[in-house]
């Protein structure tokens, strides 16, 4: 460590400003003591033949000025790469440690910013080129693979014209990848979209989530059964959507937005509403017909034909129902349902409140071929 007082290689990366970075690896398993660095008080610039970056340790305000490390920065940059995240959900973070030995990095702690949160740069942020000099260290090292290359940066732009198959341009394949809330705009309106959550934290899309977004609409099946997909493909050619396949979520249904989220006071969804509408789809029309826009009354005597596509409401603090179902001859059938919202012996809990729309699907157990189960999937809370 000694100041610096102008550009120098070092390491691969040439650095200047009142810190002299001797960093050769970012892999926790490879350190060296030449790779121990004192941070504290510092606004390091690292340098690469394409690129320039100021590594800093909060943003001050809008302007983007950074502030210096504070004090007891020392230790290590790392890659902290987490087995049950995709790589773009990986981060490099500062490990504060007691010494410049490689032992003391287990024993350390990873720097915290004032809120709290570990200080981190998240990986998705390296495809751009102002972190190219990180960027190179990973390559390096063989610590990503390449298909991270094509991971968009946070603040790219992307678009879609048509959420039809058949009127597919390349200019609408989107790469969601790494992110847990990505935006994206419909005739410049801009809208969010999520993957899903893990105890209470957001998931991001797979590193594989490269594709368009369409609706799913088969002649085969009730229109009750529509809603907008996400089409993975190996490009960004039209033509790749029917070699594609849908991205799922991990419990293997597929991601997928509901027609109910599509109605008229529902704020999240509106571009897509409107996009829908501008392409000739009578949207309102639609959701009256598959019953989505009709009074939410729960009910616990539904009746469901052969299809399985009829949506009710449901009230969690009801824990009975009995459903009828029609058979494709006519034939109706009644099935009690008890208990099936609380839990405990005695006394029966319900630990559950509020309304949702559901659905009921069927699935094959474990060593069946045929569906021979049904489940009540949960297709959106209407109330908490």
């Known amino acids: 460590m000694s100041s610096s007082h ?8 040439m650095l200047r400003d009142e810190l002299e ?20 008080g510092t606004r390091p610039k690292f340098f690469t033949p394409d690129s320039t970056f100021e590594l800093g340790y909060m943003q001050l305000n809008l302007n983007k000025e950074l502030i210096p490390f504070p004090e007891n920065s020392s230790g290590f940059l790392y890659l902290s790469a987490l087995a049950d995240k995709p790589q773009s959900a990986w981060e490099i973070r500062f490990r504060v440690t007691h010494s410049n030995a490689p032992q003391s990095f287990k024993s350390g702690v990873d720097l915290i910013r004032p809120d709290q ?10 495809g751009s080129k102002v ?17 991270l290359l094509h991971v ?8 879609i014209q048509t959420l039809y198959p ?18 994206i705009s419909a005739q410049e309106s801009p809208f969010h979209i999520t993957y899903t959550t893990s105890k209470n934290s957001p998931v991001p899309f797979p590193d594989y989530a490269r594709g368009f977004l369409y609706l799913y609409s088969p002649v085969a099946e009730a229109k009750a059964m529509w809603e907008i997909r996400f089409r993975v493909t190996n490009d960004n050619c039209p033509s790749s959507f029917k070699s594609g396949w849908d991205l799922l979520y991990p419990n293997l249904n597929p991601w997928a937005i509901s027609l109910g989220s599509l109605r008229a006071h529902h704020p999240n969804y509106l571009p ?7 392409e000739g789809l009578d949207v309102d029309a639609l959701l009256e017909k598959i019953g989505i826009t009709k009074t939410k009354k729960p009910t616990s005597r539904p009746v469901i034909d052969y299809s399985l596509a009829q949506r009710f409401c449901i009230n969690f603090e009801r824990t009975n129902m009995t459903p009828t179902f029609i ?58």
Not at 153 to 159: I, M
Not at 167 to 180: C, F, T, W
């Open 166 to 183: 058949s009127r597919l341009h390349p200019s609408d394949h989107l790469n969601i990848s790494g992110s847990s809330h990505l935006k």
């Open 131 to 147: 972190h190219a000099a990180l960027w190179e260290l990973l390559l390096r090292d063989g610590l990503v693979d390449d298909a």
């Open 152 to 159: 968009r940066p946070f603040n790219a732009k992307q678009h």
């Open 6 to 13: 102008g550009p120098r290689l070092l390491g691969g990366i």
């Open 327 to 384: 058979t494709y001859g006519g034939e109706r059938l009644q099935c009690a349902i008890q208990r099936i919202f609380d839990v405990g012996q005695q006394p029966r809990l319900s630990p559950y409140s509020g309304l949702a729309w559901c659905r009921f699907e069927a699935y094959s157990s474990a060593g069946s071929t045929q569906p021979d189960r049904l489940a009540i999937r949960i297709l959106e809370m209407i109330t908490l």
């Open 21 to 40: 970075l001797l960093h050769k690896t970012l892999d926790s398993s490879r350190l060296q003591p030449s790779d121990y660095v004192n941070l504290a």
């Open 117 to 126: 949160k570990p200080w981190h740069i998240p990986l998705r942020s390296l």
């Open 272 to 278: 897509l509403r409107d996009l829908l509408i501008h």
